[in-house]
């Protein structure tokens, strides 16, 4: 396997992303960024496990100082492991950003609802990244794409890369190259589509930018672990990415060894233990996928349990709910953890059925574009739930969310 090697990125002093550089792995917090000694202690442990960027989430502006507290203090505890700003909505908020950390990370669709007045915010945007010497990742996901491009495309893998071109070409008008672009979904035939129609967009357009690949909210166990597998592996064999992250429904720290063990399989680095799942999902996964085979061979000694995992995670047989759950971040209001393993309890049952749990109201709604069901926090003890992108209950107390939430499910 050849990885194609677009231009390369510069984030921070010494991180190179594309060119030919190894694969970088990332995570995110998912502490509060107000929170500034949990964020740190947070930072810490993550650069520790072997995070080579770490992204933080930050709501508004009123978040900023804290971000430059928590960027000032690890630089002068000697960690250097560069700092990406998450920014949904709030162009003046990523500008503040793009003046105190590596990178930031947005999706200028969300800058404002009207159309024309996103691209003159992303191009101020651009020119004050290219003045601090800050990287960008246009990061857009599937169900939060603007009104504008699914209107002309439809919610689909072709729209996705679509939009991302779009903010692409804009990037190259202003002479800013210090860009990376994702394209995550939850569904991992979206998301490995998607994918593949940008890198042939961007060849098309001589322009070709590094990738970050994962599988949005995954989830968690054996389960989010798999399904990531199968997404990222389908695309590094064919040397498509050069940054991951597993998005994992759990400590953050539990998704670096999962990322790091996927770089390795796909470099040439040795793998010093083998973990038989992780390698049966990426031999299999990416297979049932593209449709090379229609089963796994009894020939590869795998058994049931997790043969039916891979299947399910290629979207190939169902034979239980499909979940999707965020990772949580610092806008998560709740026990997001708790609250899933609750969920996936009391609707194992329901076989084929997909059904999300959310951390927050922000980007919760447009992620779970699969679900036939979805649980989403509200904040202050409150949550919505979603059948079938509609909310149908608002502002339920979490005491009661998931009993609704079954009701609702039988009812149907």
């Not at 507290?69 to 990523?94: M, N, Q, W, Y």
């Not at 950003?97 to 996103?118: L, Q």
């Not at 290219?130 to 857009?140: P, S, W």
């Amino acid at each position: 396997m050849e990885r194609r090697k677009p231009k390369h990125v510069r984030v921070g002093d010494d991180l190179l992303i594309g060119g030919g550089a190894p694969i970088v792995v990332q995570t995110m917090c998912n502490t509060h960024t107000s929170d500034v000694q949990a964020s740190l202690g947070q930072c810490r442990r993550l650069a520790a496990a072997g995070a080579q960027m770490i992204r933080l989430t930050v709501p508004g502006l009123q978040d900023v100082p804290a971000l430059k507290e928590i960027h000032r203090s690890l630089r002068e505890e000697g960690c250097k492991v560069p700092l990406v700003a998450d920014i949904h909505f709030s162009s003046d908020t990523a500008i503040e950003c793009a003046k105190v950390v590596e990178k930031v990370r947005i999706n200028p669709g969300n800058f404002h609802p009207d159309h024309e007045t996103a691209r003159r915010k992303f191009a101020e945007f651009l020119r004050v990244c290219k003045e601090h010497g800050t990287a960008v990742r246009v990061g857009l996901n599937h169900g939060s794409l603007g009104k504008y491009i699914t209107e002309l495309y439809g919610n689909t893998p072709f729209a996705m890369a679509k939009a991302a071109m779009e903010w692409l070409d804009m990037c190259v008008e202003e002479d800013f190259f210090n860009v990376v672009v994702s394209l995550k979904a939850s569904n991992t035939v979206v998301m490995v589509q998607a994918y593949r129609e940008l890198v042939k967009m961007m060849q098309e357009s001589g322009n070709v930018f590094p990738l970050h690949v994962g599988v949005t909210e995954a989830g968690n166990g054996d389960a989010g672990r798999i399904k990531s597998c199968v997404g990222i592996a389908s695309l590094l064999r064919e040397g498509i990415g050069d940054t991951i992250r597993v998005s994992l429904t759990e400590d953050p720290e539990k998704e670096i060894p999962v990322a790091a063990y996927l770089a390795k399989y796909f470099s040439t680095e040795t793998i010093a233990e083998r973990n038989p799942l992780l390698d049966a999902a990426i031999e299999w996964g990416p297979r049932l996928l593209d449709r090379e085979i229609d089963e796994i061979p009894e020939s590869a000694g795998l058994g049931e349990y997790l043969r039916d995992e891979i299947m399910q995670a290629a979207r190939r047989r169902f034979y239980r709910p499909e979940y999707i759950a965020c990772p949580g971040c610092g806008r998560t209001m709740y026990r997001l953890e708790d609250t899933f393993e609750e969920v996936k309890r009391r609707t194992l049952h329901l076989k084929g059925m997909v059904i999300a749990v959310m951390g927050c109201i922000v980007n919760g709604p447009g992620e779970m574009a699969d679900a036939d069901w979805g649980y989403v926090g509200e904040g202050g003890g409150r949550v919505s739930i979603y059948h079938r992108g509609e909310p149908v209950l608002r502002h339920v107390p979490d005491s009661e969310a998931i009993d609704k939430l079954l009701e609702l499910i039988e009812a149907a």
